[in-house]
């Protein structure tokens, strides 16, 4: 399996709502990362998580709550999101810290 | 001044031409390089993976790492209308430090 896989692909939620991304990956990689992409710009780097552990946070607002269970698994817990947080939220894994990353297709996050 | 700087196009070349991709940094301590292709809506996908300079050939793929200059280049080789994507340059100083990304160049192959 090389695949990192987010679902799910397309969610809408309003801005009281509670929701939960998810990612999985079966590669036996160790750190696995969260990004956010705006129409036409990079990816923006949320989270990185380094053998299950928090280890960088991208002074994001606390309103993103990310989730390591277990090696294989990261989740992004949402709340009280705003209009401006809609964009794709992406999912990748790499062998070892700042090794190439494997990307999963992305969540797209509408916020109403 | 940004980390990395990308040309964002809109390129559009003819079926079979050489295609050329660029990106600039300013961080001499850079030294892991990275090109991913990303099709509309979906995410990135690892295209070449390079370490310090020199080049690297993978099938119609080249990419060309020019440390003195501060300087990456991806060249694409008889391309095709599938190739019609948007390319991200990204690189890092270490492993375990972070990945900067260019702004992606977007690129249209003509049938």
């Known amino acids: 399996d090389t695949e990192v896989t987010q679902t799910p692909k397309h969610l809408v939620m309003g801005m009281t709502n509670k929701k939960s991304l998810k990612c999985e990956q079966h590669?036996?990689?160790?750190?696995m990362y969260w990004y956010k992409q705006k129409a036409k710009k990079p990816p923006e780097l949320m989270f990185v998580?380094?053998?299950?552990?928090?280890?960088i946070n991208e002074s994001v607002p606390s309103r993103f709550s990310p989730e390591c269970p277990n090696s294989s698994l990261l989740n992004l817990h949402l709340h009280a999101l705003q209009p401006e947080d809609s964009a794709l939220y992406l999912c990748?894994?790499?062998?070892?810290?700042?090794?190439?990353?494997?990307f999963g297709s992305g969540t797209r996050l509408t916020v109403v | 001044q940004k980390e990395v700087e990308q040309d964002p196009g809109p390129l559009s070349v003819p079926e079979g031409a050489i295609v050329s991709l660029n990106c600039t940094y300013s961080?001499?301590?850079?030294?892991?390089f990275m090109w991913y292709r990303q099709y509309s809506r979906k995410g990135p996908e690892l295209l070449m993976y390079?370490?310090?300079?020199g080049n690297k050939e993978d099938g119609r793929f080249t990419a060309q790492v020019d440390k003195s200059s501060k300087y990456i280049s991806l060249f694409i080789r008889d391309s095709q209308p599938s190739d019609s994507a948007t390319y991200l340059c990204?690189?890092?100083?270490?492993?375990?430090?972070?990945?900067?990304f260019g702004t992606g160049t977007s690129l249209t192959v003509i049938p």
């Open positions: 990748a894994s790499s062998q070892d810290p700042g090794w190439g990353y494997t």
């Open positions: 590669m036996g990689h160790r750190a």
């Open positions: 998580y380094s053998y299950e552990k928090l280890s």
């Open positions: 961080n001499s301590a850079f030294q892991y």
């Open positions: 390079t370490y310090s300079s």
């Open positions: 990204a690189m890092s100083a270490n492993t375990g430090n972070q990945f900067y």
